[in-house]
């Protein structure tokens, strides 16, 4: 059973374009949803987070909006940057304490010059 | 600070043979938790130590086992490697302070098995 759904899997952006990618989730016990960034041959990177109390959550050029009742969330770069082209995987985890992140499958982005 | 440290970097082992990886967290961080990355599952939770007790385990054999010491540096061992053990093992860390939830990655562990 796939808790957090991801789409697309690949996504083409033009520079300076907007990229955005989506996720879904099962299990209303999740109550925070962060974004990682991996480039090839490196570790996932904390990009951005959000908990369920706000709808929005903006940082730099990355923006997360967060709908509860749907049980959506998503992930939107602004002026796409071929140096933004990497792999972006959402994840939810539960419960104070509780610090299992569960993964969607991946987006690769790839912004072209 | 630096950050999360794991060694080795890449790893070629044989099927049936054992292999033990290392993770350094961020000084201060006494959560660690483990993580595997294969093309075709993705990244799954294997399992968290802190405070040198396992909190939470994934859905993997018991083939994989792990431990944490004292200075919060953690290990993880496979035993009996399989084929399909051929991953990137990823080691996180967080403070787990209440209400603390942010993990950072290391740059993991390449592991092929042939």
């Known amino acids: 059973q796939q808790q957090v759904k991801q789409s697309p899997q690949s996504l083409i952006v033009q520079k300076g374009g907007i990229s955005i990618i989506n996720c879904a989730y099962e299990n209303t016990a999740f109550d925070y949803f962060p974004w990682y960034q991996q480039f090839p041959g490196k570790g996932p990177a904390l990009l951005i987070a959000i908990r369920p109390d706000v709808s929005e959550k903006k940082e730099g050029r990355f923006t997360i909006s967060f709908n509860k009742s749907a049980k959506q969330f998503s992930l939107h770069i602004m002026d796409s940057q071929p140096g933004d082209s990497a792999t972006y995987f959402c994840?939810?985890?539960?419960?104070?304490?509780?610090?299992?992140?569960?993964f969607g499958k991946g987006t690769m982005l790839l912004v072209s010059p | 600070k630096a950050g999360v440290t794991q060694t080795p970097r890449y790893l070629i082992k044989t099927r049936g043979q054992q292999v033990t990886l290392s993770c350094s967290p961020i000084s201060g961080h006494r959560s660690v938790s483990w993580y595997q990355q294969t093309p075709g599952q993705g990244l799954q939770f294997l399992f968290e130590?802190?405070?040198?007790?396992?909190?939470n385990k994934g859905n993997f054999p018991g083939r994989f086992s792990g431990r944490q010491f004292s200075n919060s540096r953690s290990e993880m061992n496979v035993s009996t490697l399989e084929l399909g053990d051929s991953a990137l093992y990823l080691c996180?860390?967080?403070?787990?302070?209440?209400?603390?939830?942010?993990?950072?990655f290391g740059p993991g562990t390449r592991l092929t098995v042939t």
């Open positions: 130590y802190f405070s040198e007790t396992q909190r």
């Open positions: 994840a939810a985890s539960r419960g104070s304490g509780y610090s299992t992140l569960t």
């Open positions: 996180a860390s967080s403070s787990r302070g209440a209400g603390v939830y942010e993990q950072y």
